[in-house]
């Protein structure tokens, strides 16, 4: 089964919007981590955020972490067009490797 | 430049027919390992490597090998490709381990007639 779901499966946003994107898992994690994919290519790492943080910023990402709910969130500010992509949660559930959820594909219109 | 380095990119080929997909990394990462991604399921791990001569199973391993003869080279063999492999195929490597970020190639797209 698969650690991490995201919602919602699908956004579209206009440029310059905030797109918000939302990561639940089963289990306890050690570290969340968030990628983001463009269309035919490889995934690419974005942030990490420990079990003991609560909130991480790096640029126009904000990513938060509800251990009580096991949720976490994936903030883009000021969209452009260039953050069309997909984006995945992958957590590490007391594994020894990362779990990948399903994704967001995110649609920023010029 | 950091990165990891998968070929070919794109490979039609015929059922039964040997390939290999090579991987290369230039960071000195110790772990790498392989994935499939096919819509609907995600990203499933077939194989991972903790270190030279060292790789073990993931998820869907069925069909597919695997060497590491050198730390920078993680080969995927498929010795008797079927069409349900079809699919796009990405080589992952990290420092030391599964759990910390990973690098990605830019994939391999394999249809098997």
């Known amino acids: 089964s698969q650690q991490g779901e995201e919602d919602p499966q699908a956004l579209s946003i206009q440029e310059g919007e905030n797109a918000t994107m939302n990561c639940s898992y089963k289990?306890?994690?050690?570290?969340l981590q968030w990628y983001r994919q463009n269309s035919g290519r490889g995934l690419v790492h974005l942030i990490l955020?420990?079990?003991?943080?609560r909130e991480k910023h790096s640029g126009r990402l904000r990513v938060t972490l509800d251990t009580s709910k096991k949720s976490s969130s994936l903030l883009i500010t000021a969209s452009r067009a260039a953050d069309t992509a997909s984006y995945f949660c992958?957590?590490?559930?007391?594994?020894?490797?990362?779990?990948f959820g399903s994704g967001t594909r995110l649609l920023v219109r010029p | 430049e950091a990165q990891v380095t998968q070929n070919p990119r794109y490979l039609i080929t015929v059922t039964g027919k040997k390939l290999t997909v090579t991987c290369s990394q230039n960071?000195?990462?110790?772990?790498m390992s392989w994935y499939r991604q096919d819509p609907g399921l995600g990203l499933r791990q077939i194989y991972y490597?903790?270190?030279?001569?060292?790789?073990d199973k993931g998820d869907v391993p069925e069909g597919y090998k695997v060497s590491r003869k050198e730390k920078r080279n993680f080969p995927l063999i498929l010795e008797s490709p079927s069409p349900n492999q079809t699919s796009l195929y990405f080589c992952?490597?990290?420092?030391?381990?599964?759990?910390?970020?990973?690098?990605f190639g830019d994939g391999t797209r394999l249809s098997i007639l």
């Open positions: 490597s903790m270190n030279v001569e060292v790789t």
């Open positions: 960071m000195n990462h110790e772990y």
């Open positions: 955020i420990r079990s003991n943080e």
């Open positions: 992958a957590t590490d559930g007391n594994s020894y490797k990362l779990i």
């Open positions: 992952a490597s990290s420092l030391t381990q599964g759990t910390q970020p990973q690098h």
């Open positions: 289990t306890s994690i050690n570290n």
